[in-house]
Each structure stands twice: as C-alpha cells, then as structure tokens.
DNA sequence: GAGGACATATATCATATTGATATATCACCT
DNA sequence: AGGTGATATATCAATATGATATATGTCCTC
C-alpha cells in the first residue's frame, strides 16, 4: 500500500476548529502549515470528497451567499480517526533539499558554483526566518489563551531553531569551500 | 507542468564518477544521500530509460558474470545537463514532517499525545545524528584527498547542525508543554 | 547436499502528490 | 465599462512512493 494520505488528517484538523470550505482549507495551509506541510487543490478536493463519503466530514447545506461554496464539518467519526492518527506514533519525517543535492554533487563544477547555491539557499533562508519570527512573535502575545496557540507557537520555534542552524551552517560551509 | 524530474540529475551525479547499475544507484541513494533526497525502484528504472533515450546517459553491454545486469555509463550531453542544472541557482528545499503537523493539531488530545510524539521524534533523531556524525568523521580523515570529500562533508554537517537543533527544540518544547 | 535466509537485480502497479490550467463569479478601482 | 486580483471549484499530466512480483546468486547450517 502507498503512504496514508496526510491530506485526509489535514483537512480533519483545520475542520476540528471551524467549518471551512476547500479554498478556506488550502489558504489555511498555505499559510502557518506550509513550511512543515504542503496541500494543493489537486488533493484537497478530491480528498473532501472521499472524506464525504466516508462520513468522516459532511457538507453543510450551500451557504446563502451568491457565489458557489460549501463548507464542511468534522462528525463524530472524523474527530475519532483525527485523534487515533495523533496517537499513532510512527510519523514521516523528510527533507528534500535540492541545494544540499547540488552541493553534494559540486565537485562536478568549479567551487563558484556551490558558493552561488550557497548564497542562494542563504537569502531564502533569511527571508523565510525574518517571516517565522514575526509569526512566533505574534503567537507569543496570545500563547495563554488557549493550548492550540502553544503549539501553533512550538512549530514556529522549531522552524526559527532550524533555519538559525542552516545560517551556521551556511557560514562553515562557505568558509571550507573558500579554504 | 509537473515539477522537473530531480531523479535524472541524482543518477547523473552518481553516474558521473563510475558506471553504474539502477540497483546500485539505489543503494547509494539509500546511503548517504537519502537524508536530503529519496529514490525508489519505481522512479529509478524509467528514468534509467528515459535517459538512454535521451542520449544522456548509455548502456554497457552486459556484464560477464551470470546474473542479468546492465550497467550505464554518462556521455557528454549527460555531463553538460548535469552542469546546467548545477548552475541554476532556484532549488526546491522543502520539509516534510508529520511530527510537527501532529503537534500542530495537539490540541484535539491531551498533552501527553504531545509529550509521546516528541519522544519517539527525539529517538529517531538521535539515532540518526549518531549515524551522521560516524559518517562525518569518516569522511573528515580523506578530505584531502579530493574536492568531492568535502562536499560529501559538508551535506553531513548540515545534517549534523540540523539533528543538534532539533533536540535543542525537543528540550524546550517539552518543558513548555509541561509547563 | 538440501534447505533457509538474505543480498542482488529488474520491473511494474495502485495510490498520492504536485503544479498547472480551466472556468466562472465577485469586489474594487479608475 | 473595463481591468485587476481575490474567491471558488475542478481536473489532468507528470512525478514520486511504497509495495509486490519474480528470479538468481551467495553463504551458512544441519
């Protein structure tokens, strides 16, 4: 059998909190999810549906505004099978990390290639990290108010320690390559 | 249009220091590459095609020894495909890591879900780091030797610096949770 | 030397994901 | 009236994953 589909416990989890239609679900994902985990509408829909008709969410009724949307709930069941895959200890955790793919095959290319790779990863890795703190920063100020906020506030802290890491990292990297 | 085919410049990599069989690109892959790239069977033997196809790479006549194994070697076309793509600086890094979209949505369960997840991440990272760091020390004594040593290095040290991170975040995440 | 376990070697398939594209409406500004 | 960009759903080809099928070679043990 192919890897679980960890859209389904997405979905499950954004809908715990609040009804949500797919558009609704992918911004939530684009947003404080993305950089740990990824969802496209080419499997949010598909996957609302299976989510249907396995009872796991339902529809609501066609909201009463002009445009085509339905929203969906979390039943009984959806929040049931949320809490047994939160439970289930094995989890998948990768990287796929282009640059480090390119360095490790730089020695087929002179040294200012790899430096140019390095610098590059670097900018983004400072942009990407300014973006976490001012969201870690924001979670911080309402962290009392409910157990969600921690642990919305824990993930950012992991990004923020990783990406710190990656900026030491960057300047060994640079100074070995120059040496 | 899909996202490019990494697995062809993986196996042009490989291919570029010694001849190789898809079942020996598989296993250096599961080796010291798997940490930031994967590659299974299924994607490496059509790309094997693909890219014989393509005037890439080509195929050794089949080996002496008894057992059905052909090997390939890089031609010049594939070394300058693999050089081009060396020298695009936009790369795709990007995590995947159910343990942190677990802990997002902790807040469905009780704490403890939390605390078991970051547990069992912990070990995995552990015993990952002890691999890596072997591996480093390794290839720390050759490095000398050739241009390729260091940058095997230095993708190890990246995950060095990264694993050495992430326990410093189990610390302060189960302290907070705790809290 | 028969049998079992495991590594070698290639191939294929169902499932999952990605990234792009298509289609259409709505809100806002000029 | 026209343009831009956000909202909203849907679908598709290309790609990747993980499992399974098939078969041979090697090594150890009983």
Redesign the pocket.
């Known amino acids: ?8 416990m997405v979905i499950l989890g954004l809908l715990s909190h609040e009804e949500r ?4 679900i ?2 939530q994902i684009d947003g404080a999810i993305s950089f740990f ?14 989510l249907e008709s396995g009872g796991l969410i339902e529809r609501n009724a066609s ?1 009463s ?7 969906y709930r979390i039943t009984e069941a959806g929040a049931e099978a949320l809490k047994q895959w939160l439970r289930n200890e094995q989890s ?1 955790n ?1 990287l ?1 990390y282009e640059t480090l793919l390119k360095l490790f095959f730089s020695g087929c290319d002179d040294r200012k290639t790899a430096l140019k790779n390095i610098a590059a990863f670097r900018k983004k890795v400072e942009a990407d990290l300014a973006i976490l703190k001012g969201y870690a920063a924001n979670l911080e100020k309402v962290r009392e108010e409910s157990a969600d906020h921690t642990y919305y506030y824990l993930t950012a802290l992991f990004g923020i320690k990783s990406y710190e890491a990656y900026l030491e990292w960057c300047e060994t990297a640079e100074k070995t390559i120059k040496s």
């Open positions: 059998m192919a890897r679980e589909k960890r859209i389904d239609s797919g558009y609704d992918k911004k985990w990824k969802g496209s509408f080419g499997n949010i829909y598909p996957a609302l549906k299976d909201n505004g002009p445009r085509e949307k339905h929203t998948v990768e796929r």
